[in-house]
């Protein structure tokens, strides 16, 4: 490969390097790292020698990547993706703590179609709930087959 080709692998993959900062996602930072291995790997004459040379870049990496969360000049970058705030109590952020273990195989009415989840009616009281994966038709008979935390898991009894 001449030495254009090898010096376009490195540029390309420092580009997308710098590119995977502004959209994220690992595509394009995972194709950036790719083609810096590709450069490496065809610039060099053994085989032994490019494993330790990319060994060395992604040792690189990874130490640039853990020193910029330490260093001050960098620390603001890593605080733009980060909450500051606390979620409190006071501030109106609440955890669900009812337990709807009681409601376990118990009877209702789908109030509406569950496409799997919904709404649904039982002894009065209106809860989300989700369906085994078929869908259900408004007004069916339903049973509570599992609860896990605040997920309810229904089966269909009898269609309306």
């Given at each position: 490969?001449?030495?254009?080709?090898?010096?376009?692998?490195?540029?390309?993959?420092?580009?997308?390097?710098?590119?995977?900062?502004?959209?994220?996602?690992?595509?394009?930072?995972?194709?950036?790292?790719?083609?810096?291995?590709?450069?490496?790997?065809?610039s060099v004459d053994s085989l032994?020698?490019?494993?330790?040379?990319?060994?060395?870049?992604?040792?690189?990496?990874?130490?640039?990547?853990?020193l910029s969360f330490r260093l001050?000049?960098?620390?603001?970058?890593?605080?733009?993706?980060?909450?500051?705030?606390?979620?409190?109590q006071e501030d109106g952020y609440?955890?669900?703590?009812?337990?709807?273990?009681?409601?376990?195989?118990?009877?209702?009415?789908?109030?509406?179609?569950?496409?799997?989840?919904?709404?649904?009616?039982?002894?009065?009281?209106?809860?989300?709930?989700?369906?085994?994966?078929?869908?259900?038709?408004?007004?069916?008979?339903?049973?509570?087959?599992?609860?896990?935390?605040?997920?309810?898991?229904?089966?269909?009894?009898?269609?309306?």
């Open positions: 490969m001449g030495t254009g080709s090898i010096i376009a692998l490195f540029v390309l993959g420092i580009v997308l390097l710098i590119l995977e900062i502004f959209v994220p996602g690992g595509i394009l930072g995972l194709f950036g790292i790719i083609a810096l291995i590709s450069g490496i790997m065809v032994a020698l490019g494993l330790f040379l990319v060994g060395l870049l992604l040792l690189s990496l990874l130490g640039l990547f853990a001050p000049q960098t620390r603001f970058i890593w605080e733009r993706f980060s909450m500051k705030t606390c979620q409190t609440v955890s669900p703590k009812r337990s709807y273990e009681t409601f376990l195989n118990k009877q209702g009415i789908a109030l509406c179609q569950l496409r799997p989840s919904g709404t649904a009616e039982f002894n009065g009281e209106r809860l989300d709930v989700v369906t085994e994966g078929a869908f259900v038709t408004s007004g069916s008979r339903i049973k509570v087959i599992a609860v896990e935390g605040t997920r309810i898991t229904v089966r269909l009894i009898t269609p309306p």
